[in-house]
């Protein structure tokens, strides 16, 4: 098993996207990239924290590659906004990949390369890669927010 962790915005939509892939074991939503210890999801969207709305991965690479989540993470969300996703502004919004090893922190900066060099988007791409800091758990409600709720995605 290895762990990948992505903020591509609002960390339910996120969550929901990465559950669909086959050899994804299991999604965690919390937050990463911060420096204040065991913040709640009022300190995070107070934007006190400096973390991200993360979600963290848990994937079977005998099933589904690092590579393969990258093109999920890329094409779930803008990753030209800097601090925005849609109506979600802050820096907990932010576009950014944790690595946890060398090989991801590598993967993905050639994806992102890749995606620069597709002029997919008009805009510069503004996504963090950065090693993996502390995650921290969200509380229980924010997990596996949209399964919960019988909802297939946020309404705006």
């Known amino acids: ?3 990948a962790t992505f ?3 609002c960390f339910w ?13 299991s999604t965690t ?3 990463s990239g911060g420096e204040f210890e065991n913040p709640t999801y009022e300190d995070v969207c107070a934007d006190k924290t400096g973390h991200a709305e993360v979600v963290k991965v848990e994937y079977d690479e005998k099933k589904v590659s690092f590579e393969e989540l990258l093109e ?4 779930i969300h803008n990753p030209t906004t800097l601090n925005r996703q849609g109506p979600d502004i802050g820096r907990q919004y932010r ?19 890749k995606l620069e060099e597709s002029k997919k988007h008009q805009n510069k791409i503004v996504t963090e ?6 995650f921290y758990r969200a509380e229980e ?6 399964q919960k709720r019988g909802i297939s995605h946020c309404k705006i």
């Open 72 to 75: 999920t993470f890329w094409n």
């Open 129 to 134: 890669i950065v090693p993996a800091k502390t």
């Open 1 to 3: 098993m290895q762990v």
């Open 7 to 9: 903020g591509a915005g």
């Open 29 to 31: 939503v919390g937050y």
């Open 95 to 113: 576009s950014a990949i944790f690595y946890h090893s060398r090989e991801q922190e590598i993967a993905a900066e050639e994806s992102r390369k």
């Open 13 to 25: 939509g996120v969550e929901d996207a990465f559950r669909q892939i086959d050899g994804v074991i």
């Open 141 to 146: 409600y924010h997990q596996q927010y949209f």
